[in-house]
């Protein structure tokens, strides 16, 4: 508008000053674009020096945007196939490197927020894909570290997101004492209006379910349920928070009568697999199967016993599975030896032994243990125990 009322002083300035911002901010595209209205500018105005400058200044832009935007496909084509089912997940392990080898090699030549951004990303696809999240504890570290020195762009760079995966991957690698103490102090990075403040807090309230600190876990349920936006979440996200208070019911049982007649109501009721519940299916089934053997509700018991062998015959077919394959059996073992504890735990030490050996699975096949199946195992005993006293 400037520039059309003949104001070319000060339209330069506003041309200038938006490129400066654009790139102090490493946004190639909107550089692009003032480079150019500067370059119109110098040649309407006849001022040949800051043409060719400007010019060669695009040209460099240009070049930048292409290797970005040639990242970005990339990086979209791997994000993509992430969407899709678990079969397209296992096919993108296999082309996984070479993609990644490829942001590589754009990054060195670019060496731009855009690219960094894009590699970071596809190497924590990677790996949280094939489980390694020892690397991905590495990784964000390294990159808090080059954050910290000033290596990143802090305009651009989301820390919050990296805590998150810091946190994430202590939690699926079992440091849950490291991860508690990271969770706590990354917390306050997260405003409470936020749905990112309530998604880090599930993780917060798994690493503490881990490490078998059940009084706090409790209150970070409370806190989640006092937080005025707590009932802005989606539906699937509070039915996660119901699921996680039913598992801590279960382990701690209330007395309060309301409470138990709600915990009751919650395991009957709940779907016993679905789409929706990606992720959190078998931690159903277990939940359902292990409220219905404290109970000596044989009849449902034994439906329970048939909805978890349809399951794993259906959805934990592959080796990365094994340590729900592995939880499962030994659960089918306390019916097969008549819920006598004494045989259940002879009988099964040596899928205790093979599951504490078990590798943890990557995201492409994850399952969440909000309780770690050995934990629950012993939980299972347990319940066989008390049973066999009260008899």
């Keep these: 508008m400037l520039k059309l009322e003949g104001e070319y002083t000060l339209s330069e300035r506003m041309m200038r000053k938006c490129l400066r911002i654009a790139q102090e901010a490493e946004f190639t595209q909107y550089a692009v674009m003032s480079a150019q209205a500067l370059r119109t500018l110098y040649a309407e105005l006849r001022q040949p020096a800051r043409y060719k400058t400007i010019s060669a200044e695009l040209m460099r832009l240009q070049t930048l945007l292409t290797l970005e935007e040639t990242a970005a496909q990339v990086y979209w084509d791997t994000k993509i196939a992430l969407a899709h089912s678990v079969k397209s997940r296992r096919f993108l392990l296999n082309e996984l490197p070479a993609h990644i080898k490829e942001l590589e090699k754009l990054h060195q030549q670019a060496g731009s927020f855009t690219t960094f951004n894009y590699l970071y990303n596809s190497l924590l696809f990677q790996q949280g894909l094939v489980g390694d999240y020892d690397g991905i504890i590495r990784l964000t570290a390294t990159t808090a570290k080059d954050f910290a020195k000033g290596k990143i762009n802090a305009k651009r760079f989301d820390k919050r997101f990296n805590n998150f995966m810091s946190v994430y991957a202590h939690l699926r690698c079992r440091r849950v004492q490291e991860g508690l103490v990271l969770a706590e102090h990354f917390l306050q990075d997260f405003h409470h209006s936020s749905g990112n403040w309530f998604y880090f807090l599930e993780h917060y309230l798994l690493l503490a379910?881990?490490?078998?600190?059940?009084?706090?876990?409790?209150?970070?349920?409370?806190?989640?349920?006092?937080?005025?936006y707590y009932r802005k979440q989606r539906v699937a996200a509070q039915q996660r928070w119901d699921l996680y208070d039913a598992y801590l019911q279960f382990v701690l049982p209330d007395q309060s009568p309301l409470r138990a007649m709600h915990f009751a109501q919650f395991v009957q009721t709940v779907p016993d697999y679905s789409r929706d519940k990606q992720g959190y299916?078998?931690?159903?089934?277990?939940?359902?199967?292990?409220?219905?053997?404290?109970?000596?509700?044989?009849?449902?018991?034994?439906?329970?016993?048939?909805?978890?062998?349809?399951?794993?015959?259906?959805?934990?077919?592959?080796?990365?599975?094994?340590?729900?394959?592995?939880?499962?059996?030994?659960?089918?073992?306390?019916?097969?030896?008549?819920?006598?504890?004494?045989?259940?735990?002879?009988?099964?030490?040596?899928?205790?032994?093979?599951?504490?050996?078990?590798?943890?699975p990557g995201e492409a096949f994850a399952e969440i243990e909000i309780i770690p199946y050995e934990d629950l195992w012993a939980l299972t005993l347990n319940i066989l125990r008390t049973a066999e006293v009260k008899h």
């Design 281 to 360: 299916n078998v931690a159903i089934l277990i939940l359902q199967f292990l409220h219905y053997l404290r109970r000596r509700d044989i009849e449902t018991l034994m439906a329970r016993l048939e909805s978890l062998r349809k399951y794993q015959q259906t959805h934990l077919r592959d080796p990365a599975t094994l340590r729900s394959q592995l939880f499962f059996r030994l659960l089918v073992l306390t019916v097969k030896k008549d819920f006598d504890s004494k045989a259940s735990e002879k009988h099964g030490q040596a899928w205790l032994a093979r599951l504490r050996e078990a590798p943890q």
């Design 209 to 228: 379910m881990h490490a078998a600190n059940y009084a706090q876990a409790r209150d970070l349920i409370n806190m989640a349920r006092k937080n005025p």
